[in-house]
């Protein structure tokens, strides 16, 4: 079976000469440099199978996996890593990878796992049932635009990736976040909403991290904040576009690490939290404008749902 394969390389001989070793065996590669030129073939191209490396400039291959799935959910997605990072492979089988290779790549091994990646797609082209469109929801909508996110949401649910939601006032970007949350496996955990505009600026450390006892005059009692109370579930941070630049710098460093230390102590606190973002600002004139930081734009915006309003959508009036 020829097979559409996408090949994500930075360096340019392992390119090339993985480029070669699929070409001899029939297949019809196509590469890429990096996540961001292999994003852009992603939106007008559909691949079989996507090779990546893990370790990329820009965007990593971790966080190219869940854009690829979001793109195509029935890419079979190979990922390469260099030694002593088998953790990584880990996390990518995670997130939806279904193979890997350990670097410095065999290319025996690489013919042998594309051959197997091939059958693979050839037995369920023959086999799958048609796709359904996920029927439970709590949101009423019969608009083609409301039914295109609901199945996006169904698509992507299940990995831990970030969402921004975006869009005016009143068009129920927190029951879209609700609807993330209900689709994905952590239903059965927390759901913790916080509007980021709702809480004074000099409490919303205390609100997103806790404080231990004694940590400022009037600290009596140690607390927790949103981050260990959505443990496990899902956090939707609404209106983050209000969020102060300093704020914006520690709440980069916990998407990355996925670990806080409370206000007062010097313990570290590891959790797993999935994101929801949204705003009704457009964040990015406000990263021109400098009051937003891009690197954290990009971190919250692995998908990002657009919901219009219902003056946009009137096959939706009437459910309603």
């Known amino acids: 079976m020829k097979t559409k394969i996408l090949v994500v390389e930075d360096e340019p001989s392992l390119r090339n000469l993985l480029i070669d070793s699929i070409t001899s065996e029939g297949h019809d590669p196509v590469c890429a440099k990096n996540a961001e030129e292999a994003i852009k073939l992603l939106e007008t191209e559909r691949f079989d199978i996507v090779l990546t490396d893990i370790n990329l400039p820009g965007k990593s291959g971790l966080e190219l996996l869940p854009i690829c799935l979001h793109k195509n959910p029935d890419t079979y997605i190979l990922v390469m890593t260099g030694f002593g990072t088998v953790e990584n492979a880990v996390e990518a089988m995670k997130l939806g990878a279904s193979d890997f290779l350990r670097k410095p790549v065999s290319l025996d091994d690489l013919i042998n796992v594309i051959r197997v990646a091939s059958e693979k797609i050839e037995d369920e082209g023959q086999t799958k049932a048609p796709a359904k469109m996920k029927t439970e929801t709590s949101i009423i909508a019969e608009s083609a635009e409301m039914l295109s996110i609901l199945e996006q949401i169904s698509t992507f649910a299940e990995y831990r990736i970030n969402v921004l939601v975006s869009g005016e006032t009143g068009t129920g970007k927190e029951l879209i976040a609700r609807e993330i949350h209900n689709a994905s496996p952590r239903l059965k955990d927390p759901f913790v909403a916080m509007n980021c505009a709702a809480i004074p600026e000099n409490l919303l450390e205390d609100e997103l991290f806790g404080h231990v006892k004694g940590a400022y005059t009037g600290a ?56 929801v973002a949204a705003t009704s600002a457009d964040l990015e004139s406000k990263i021109t404008d400098g009051s937003f930081r891009a690197d954290l734009f990009h971190r919250l915006n692995v998908v990002n749902l657009k919901i219009p309003a219902l003056r946009h959508r009137p096959d939706d009036i009437l459910p309603l």
């Not at 009596?220 to 710098?249: P, V």
């Not at 806080?260 to 999935?274: A, C, Q």
Request: aromatic fraction near 6%.
């Open 220 to 275: 009596e009692s140690a607390r927790e904040g949103r981050f260990e109370q959505a443990d496990g579930g899902t956090l939707f941070l609404d209106e983050i576009g209000d969020m102060n630049l300093s704020l914006q710098a520690k709440l980069l460093r916990v998407l990355q690490e996925m670990e806080f230390e409370r206000l007062g102590s010097t313990k570290t606190i590891s959790v797993d939290v999935r994101i």
